[in-house]
């Protein structure tokens, strides 16, 4: 079974420097839209700073070096956090978009080799860190792009601390970017691995019930996306057990989808 697809996306040319360098990746000379690198199953785009830039990139990527399977996709890059370490790396569990007010949830299937937090995406750098959340500037729009490609469960946000409350973002240097970014590639290397692993798990196992299930309750589009991507989860965790849903009066699919994740949550799994 060939290896998946893995997209990884970064706003910056000095946090791609490191993973060009690690994964052996080499430019595409003939794309001029976006700085893309490439090296076969592995695809690395520089999308610019913000939201539309990052959407655009995902978007474009995509469209370009379709995957034939479900792939994986990384935003990886620098956020700012009150107090936590220069350096130190963490994995989204909760994006936010600070402008809209729309929140995401990753599916962590997986045990990540990090620590997770929530990550609030704005549209320009703050002067101080209103909440215990990591901020950035792309996460939220990387997410609501990548989720039209893939599952929830293979889409992921990597971030480096590069600020906190005594290293302003003024501070912030090209070379020391590159520096952390460095410093965490054994963590997005086997985050890589990891999630790779269940996307070749993820290849043959259809949303058993799925049809069924939307017929009976209402789901909005969002909802079935995410309906789907619960039922794969259950096969690979819960294989021997039947669905039961028979407890569940017809009505709002959101009822499904609580029954589903905490069925799920009930389970002892560590890292694939």
Known sequence: MPEP????FVALPCEAKPLIEHFKLKKELSINAFSIYRNGHISL????IGKSAMAAGVAYSLALFPSPT?????????????????????????????GTGRKFYPQ????????????????KPLPDYPSDSLFEMEASSFYETAIRFSSSELIQCIKVISDNKHN?????????????????????????????LLASLDKPVAAEGFAEIIEQWRFSSNEKLQLKSLLRKRAILIPH????????????GKIVLNYLRKEMDKQKFGGF
């Open 168 to 196: 302003s973002t003024e501070q912030i240097k090209p070379a020391q970017v590159s520096l952390w970014l460095k410093g965490a590639l054994p963590i997005i290397a086997a985050y890589m691995q990891q999630l790779s």
């Open 241 to 252: 057990k039947a669905l039961d849903l028979t407890e569940i009066s017809p009505g709002p």
């Open 70 to 98: 479900l792939p994986v996709l990384l935003n990886i890059g620098i956020a700012g956090h009150s107090t936590y370490s220069i350096g130190s790396v963490f994995t989204a569990d909760k994006i936010i978009d600070q």
């Open 5 to 8: 697809f893995c997209y990884l």
């Open 45 to 48: 785009t520089v999308t610019g």
């Open 108 to 123: 962590l299937v997986s045990t990540p080799p990090c620590s997770t937090s929530a990550i609030t995406t704005v549209s």
